[in-house]
């Protein structure tokens, strides 16, 4: 699903956001100047390399840390002058979930629903329904602490939602969770938008900012890098590649399709590798239709046709000159 | 009022997690009791030597433990603020709208009730070995004790959100409770040592609780320690819990 935050209503929306921490080392400015909007309704992501400004940005935007400059709006409300209605409206879950180990799934989930000033008879019956939407009922009345990653992640996120919010802020939401788990997780984030949660997450696994988010930013140093949907970043860097192998028996063949293909419009570069040809298109899937007719009625034979698309991987290497892998961000599976 | 609400909540939180935490509770209840049984004797023989009646050890030093006791529950509040930092539980309360005075004193009005039932215990032991018990200076001495350890564990819970971690702040908090200990005649009175340390004792609160906790116990309500008590521990009270109160306000990093 693609949505154009700016013709959302914006849900959140920062100015210039800035803050830095005095360390042993010297100052360091964490943060430097983040504008977002987020729309009502999608699922926004923040992508970067570990100490890109992620965290601390979401910390201010929770009402955790304070701003230093620069100004947020959180469904309508001004973070910095009124954080109380702020967090009233919000749900969290950090990086370390912070349930009570020695308290069941239920408890830790009517705790939090009175402390959001829900009274008892609604609260119980919320986390019912919750441990129920999270596949949580069978572990509802044991401790948190025999929970295995997965479930602790759903009670995690049960937490963050027993009030419904209008606005999920999601910390690095699968990390530490093997790849069935957070698909699941996913499709249970996925079911939350669609109930009309805002979903703001952030996450240094170029899968999840690409199979989960809307819209995504990347950023890195604390500034922004690139903003727009996983779609159109992966298009701006290069486009999708297209490699080309084509029955070549008398030579001419490959230059001729070389000639031929470079002509076209959409074309944006084409290099003869040999045995084959790659050309770079703006859109893959809609050039290879239009490739298959040219090479056609010009008789080349084809013997095989491949189309690649680039990754976020790519985005973040185009802006930064660092692959996101060398930037310190585990991009593999994660330990179950 | 919603501070009330959230008071309760997190008193009843705080007091379920101790109850289900056995190690903690038999830790708890053995302390005092190995104090009684391990330390008491050793007074017994050397009790005329520093001016105090043979038959009234106890009187002199069960007092001294049940202060003791109230120091060193309070300032170990801060080991599970730090516990509680590291797993995410401080901060899954602070983005809530839970009232940030609520979040502080909710544990620490649970750990003054578990205080108060190992005081019982402590003093049922004693009674048991010939204490003499006054009732209403022992009521008023719960009063000295909770307010010890409540301003010890406001103290110990601002102190481990600043420092954040667990080698931090053992090093702050022992470093600033052994000489406190040391200096309050919790154990052996301090008139008996030399004209110093009598006039350092005066600039530490614990020798005020301590002095007071004996007087009560015996049952004198019009002793100077007794006011002078109140007069050192409320306002130092109120000063350390509006501090640790503005540090849960404030962000923790």
Request: zero cysteines; aromatic letters at 8%; hydrophobic letters at 40%.
């Given at each position: 699903m693609r949505r154009e935050g700016t013709h959302l209503e914006a849900i959140i929306s920062t100015v210039d956001l800035r803050k830095g921490f005095t360390t042993k080392r010297g100052r360091v400015e964490a943060v430097r100047g983040v504008s977002i909007e987020v729309g009502r309704g999608e699922i926004f992501g923040f992508l970067g390399p570990n100490g890109a400004g992620k965290t601390t940005t979401l910390r201010m935007l929770t009402t955790l840390l304070p701003i230093e400059s620069g100004s947020a709006t959180v469904a309508g409300i001004d973070v910095a002058r009124r954080p109380k209605q702020v967090r009233s409206r919000i749900g969290y879950v950090s990086?370390?979930?912070?349930?009570?180990?020695?308290?069941?799934g239920r408890e830790n989930l009517i705790l939090q629903g009175r402390l959001y000033g829900g009274d008892r008879a609604s609260v119980v019956s919320r986390a019912q329904m919750l441990m129920e939407v999270l596949d949580l009922k069978e572990f509802a009345?044991?401790?948190?602490?025999?929970?295995s990653g997965g479930q602790r992640r759903r009670l995690d996120v049960a937490l963050g939602i027993v009030h419904e919010p209008e606005v999920l802020f999601l910390d690095?939401?699968?990390?530490?969770?093997d790849p069935q788990n957070r698909a699941n997780l996913w499709d249970h984030v996925r079911s939350l938008r669609s109930r009309g949660t805002t979903i703001f997450l952030t996450t240094h696994y170029l899968e999840e900012a690409d199979a989960l988010c809307d819209r995504l930013m990347i950023m890195d140093h604390g500034e922004i890098v690139a903003e727009g949907t996983p779609r159109d970043l992966k298009r701006q860097v290069a486009g999708d590649s297209v490699l080309l192998s084509l029955h070549d028996e008398g030579g001419g063949a490959t230059t001729r399709a070389r000639v031929l293909i470079a002509a076209?419009?959409?074309?944006r570069e084409i290099t003869d590798e040999g045995d084959h040809l790659r050309l770079y298109v703006e859109d893959g899937s809609a050039a290879l239709p239009d490739l298959l007719r040219l090479l056609d009625g010009e008789r080349i034979g084809l013997k095989s046709i491949s189309l690649s698309e680039p990754t976020l991987d790519d985005v973040f290497l185009h802006q930064t000159g660092r692959s996101l892998r060398d930037a310190g961000a585990v991009t593999a599976e994660p330990a179950a | 009022m919603k501070t009330f609400k959230d008071t309760g909540l997190l008193f009843q939180r705080y007091t379920l997690q101790m109850l289900r935490n056995p190690v903690w509770l038999f830790v708890g209840f053995s302390t005092p009791v190995l104090y009684l049984a391990l330390f008491t004797p050793l007074l017994k023989h050397i009790a005329p030597g520093i001016g105090v009646r043979n038959g009234s050890v106890l009187e002199v030093f069960l007092p001294g433990i049940l202060a003791l006791l109230a120091f060193a529950s309070g300032s170990s509040m801060g080991f599970g603020t730090i516990f509680e930092l590291q797993s995410g539980v401080v901060e899954r309360f602070r983005v809530t709208p839970a009232s940030r005075f609520a979040i502080l004193i909710g544990p620490i009005l649970s750990g003054l009730v578990m205080m108060l039932v190992f005081d019982a215990v402590v003093v049922a032991i004693g009674v048991a070995v010939g204490f003499e018990i006054h009732w209403l200076g022992m009521l008023a001495l719960g009063v000295v004790l909770c307010l010890l350890a409540t301003l010890m564990a406001a103290f110990s819970t601002a102190t481990a959100l600043v420092t954040k971690d667990i080698s931090s702040f053992a090093a702050v908090i022992n470093g600033i409770n052994l000489p406190i200990l040391l200096l309050?005649?919790?154990?052996?009175?301090?008139?008996?040592?030399p004209e110093w340390m009598r006039v350092v004792a005066h600039f530490n609160p614990l020798y005020y609780a301590v002095q007071a906790s004996r007087s009560l116990a015996a049952g004198s309500?019009?002793?100077a320690a007794v006011w002078q008590a109140f007069a050192v521990l409320v306002p130092l009270c109120a000063l350390v819990v509006t501090w640790a109160t503005r540090v849960f306000r404030k962000a923790v990093a």
């Open positions: 990086q370390l979930g912070g349930a009570d180990e020695l308290a069941t009345d044991r401790r948190v602490k025999t929970y690095e939401p699968s990390t530490g969770l076209e419009p959409y074309v | 309050a005649g919790v154990l052996l009175p301090i008139s008996i040592g309500f019009g002793a």
